[in-house]
């Protein structure tokens, strides 16, 4: 039985029934509603590439360990909740393991024709089991432009998508926001997976789940949803990559508020790798400010250590380096956790 439901509400996000940080304010901003949020999309990662998963070893090791790799994301969930982190984005197609760039690793929850692959969802229970005991909500991404050309063909990508829709409605899960796909402006090779065409699949798992499951999609840095998905969404999920001036978040927001398809949705960033958090404005703040989530975003960059970032595999999942710990004091401050 599922201990963790999320629910919306005129614009604003509950977790059981109770609005999410309630009562809180900060710098005379309203937090209350709000769900912060980071970007751990490889918390189920593994690579069934022969040839390149020798590039994602431990360092301690020296062999890659998509068992370890969960159970390590599983073990620092509850010091990332102790902060004030509600929420946080896992895919089933994971993300680039080396930041932006893209890679060759095949990683997915699906194979060819869109079944489940079983080693992939025993990994994706436990830790959504971890999620739902602390009370913690999972932006559940589907689709990664990286990896959907290894499903063979659009029929696939509608197995998928419904096999991972029903497995969901059989668990019961209730603390999950859908994300049908990570930018569905990207390079997806079945254009039922791009922005043309993605609000198809928003419609399906809400129809399929009879309104039960929250489903969105996401666009990349500095884009406005289309007014066809803002329609169809119980969200809105917004990128600050590239953002480089608080303003420009603040615009994104208003510019979204605009469109004639909006009705109250919540905003939520889910994405942004902005940590001036001493600056006088910062992205962070200037999306508080709107009334906007916000989601912090840290991959290893070049020449940085093992400690550093949430996407880069392998990766320590703690709160062990200076830009994680700067993120999460800002955090444990602004929540008042």
């Known amino acids: 039985m599922a201990k963790t439901k999320v629910s919306i509400k005129d614009g604003q996000f509950y977790i059981n029934d109770t609005l999410t940080y309630e009562g809180r304010y900060w710098e005379g901003n309203k937090i209350e509603g709000l769900l912060m949020n980071s970007r751990m999309v490889q918390g189920i990662f593994d690579d069934q590439n022969p040839n390149t998963v020798g590039e994602f ?63 992939y969802i025993d990994r994706l229970e436990r830790l959504l089991n971890k999620a739902d005991d602390l009370g913690m909500v999972v932006i559940f991404g589907y689709f990664y432009f990286g990896q959907d050309q290894y499903l063979k063909d659009e029929n696939a990508v509608l197995n998928a998508t419904d096999n991972i829709t029903e497995w969901i409605l059989d668990k019961g899960y209730k603390n999950l926001l859908i994300e049908i796909n990570n930018e569905c402006n990207g390079p997806y090779d079945h254009p039922i997976l791009t922005q043309k065409r993605i609000q198809e699949l928003i419609v399906r798992v809400r129809e399929k789940s009879k309104g039960s499951l929250l489903v969105s999609t996401s666009y990349g840095g500095k884009l406005i949803p289309s007014a066809e998905v803002v329609e169809v969404s119980d969200f809105i999920l917004l990128h600050g990559n590239g953002v480089s001036k608080p303003t420009g978040i603040t615009d994104m927001v208003i510019k979204t508020k605009n469109l004639p398809s909006y009705r109250g949705q919540p905003i939520l960033f889910n994405e942004d790798d902005h940590f001036n958090y001493d600056d006088e404005n910062y992205n962070f703040k ?17 020449g940085e250590g093992f400690t550093e970032g949430y996407q880069s595999v392998p990766i320590d999942w703690g709160i062990s380096s200076a830009r994680k710990k700067a993120f999460f004091s800002k955090l444990k401050e602004i929540t008042g956790q």
């Not at 090791?61 to 896992?90: C, Y």
């Not at 200037?286 to 070049?302: E, L, N, P, T, V």
């Open 57 to 119: 070893v431990y360092p301690d090791t020296q062999k890659w360990d998509a068992d370890r790799n969960t159970d390590e994301f599983v073990a620092a969930m509850p010091e990332w909740r102790a902060h004030g982190l509600l929420a946080f984005s896992l895919n089933l197609q994971g993300g680039s393991p080396v930041g932006y760039s893209g890679h060759n690793c095949r990683n997915s929850a699906f194979d060819a024709q869109g079944e489940l692959v079983p080693a």
């Open 286 to 302: 200037a999306a508080i400010k709107s009334y906007a989530s916000w989601g912090y975003f840290d991959f290893r960059m070049q």
